[in-house]
């Protein structure tokens, strides 16, 4: 006989931080771990109520749903801590228990008495569609290279074109300058090399990019990543001045790049291009099984990936008041962001 299956809703992140680290490398998702987690509240959950959901089989944790409650008046909305910084989010489960985390989902609606939960940012490879029978409000590329062959073999399976360029830019570069490649490990020196990251990317995008505004977060979360060995920040250095630099994580398996940056002044030298080869490279020599290039369809990327599960947004739903919340999630994810789209039901966590 199966052991019995219960939700149970707790307020406090801590109080589950061991079966949140248990769980969390089956996910082979950084931005689902407690540290995520609990940095960003420490951030953005003032205000907020936390609503996470433990799914147990007799005395066993088998799946948590990290979920706040985002909204109360004119509808009760939950949604997945960590948003806005994050690229994909979801559900932690053991494995074979995705069904109890769908469980967690409807139980915890019920149990909270919510209209809305907005499961934002769920993966692609996953069944959710089937699990919470419903389809997803938005899909969006997330591109991935598989390294499990290692660099060698996935490079030969790209065109002969970004071979061929790969191999040019960086002949190039080693006969125009001295090149250095530089990964941060060093804590004490963590803060300035993240102010000088933060320096190429505001020398490429702006000032008012989405990762400025998420600096603070970041300094905070890398310092953790660093401590976890999580963190990979690398560097390009031409005659020992820094041209580009690439931030990105490995956990579980898996290498995420998440933003870049690079000086103007090396933009003939294709500075970004040739770090973000680098940084491949090196996960297929360390043994990383899975590139995540993250969300976005940008052409760079797509010439590098080799598959897109993508990551999807669904929005399960209860009542009139939780009808039109969906209908208004709906309307503002093909048009804008999910902020703007349920500014009039709540207060934004972002």
């Not at 940012?121 to 699990?131: I, K, P, T, V, Y």
């Not at 002949?171 to 804590?187: C, G, I, N, S, Y």
Request: net charge neutral.
């Amino acid at each position: 006989m199966s052991p019995e299956r219960r939700v149970d809703l707790v307020s406090s992140l801590d109080e589950l931080q061991e079966e949140w680290v248990r769980l969390a490398p089956e996910s082979r998702n950084l931005f689902s771990t407690w540290e995520w987690a609990s940095t960003w509240w420490g951030h953005y959950g003032a205000g907020h109520d936390p609503l996470v959901a433990a799914c147990r089989e007799g005395r066993d944790t088998v799946a948590l749903l990290p979920l706040y409650l985002w909204s109360r008046r004119p509808a009760r909305i939950a949604r997945l801590i960590g948003h806005g910084p994050a690229d994909q989010l979801g559900a932690l489960y053991a494995s074979g228990a995705q069904a109890a985390a769908a469980e967690a989902v409807r139980q915890t609606a019920e149990q909270a008495d919510l209209d809305l939960v907005l499961m934002e940012l769920l993966s692609g490879r996953e069944s959710w569609q089937d699990l919470l029978r419903q389809e997803p409000l938005l899909r969006e590329s997330s591109p991935t290279i598989s390294l499990g062959a290692g660099w060698e073999p996935y490079l030969a399976g790209r065109s002969p074109n970004l071979r061929q360029q790969i191999r040019r830019r960086e002949r190039q570069l080693d006969r125009r300058h001295a090149v250095r490649f530089r990964l941060a490990t060093e804590p004490h020196r963590l803060q300035d090399d993240l102010t000088l990251l933060y320096t190429l990317h505001r020398a490429r995008w702006g000032a008012r990019s989405a990762f400025s505004r998420f600096e603070d977060f970041h300094r905070d979360f890398a310092a953790v990543a660093l401590e976890r060995g999580w963190l990979r920040l690398w560097f390009l250095e031409l005659d020992e001045r820094p041209a580009a630099g690439w931030y990105g994580f490995r956990f579980a398996g898996v290498e995420s790049y998440y933003q870049a940056g690079r000086d103007p002044a090396f933009r003939d030298d294709s500075v970004g291009f040739v770090l973000l080869a680098h940084s491949i490279r090196q996960a297929a020599e360390d043994g990383v099984v899975e590139y995540r290039l993250l969300r976005g369809a940008e052409p760079f990327k797509l010439r590098f990936a080799d598959a897109d599960p993508g990551v999807e947004t669904f929005a399960p739903a209860r009542g009139v008041a939780g009808r039109a919340a969906r209908s208004a999630a709906a309307l503002g994810l093909r048009s804008a962001t999910v902020r703007s789209a349920l500014r009039r039901f709540g207060r934004s966590g972002d």
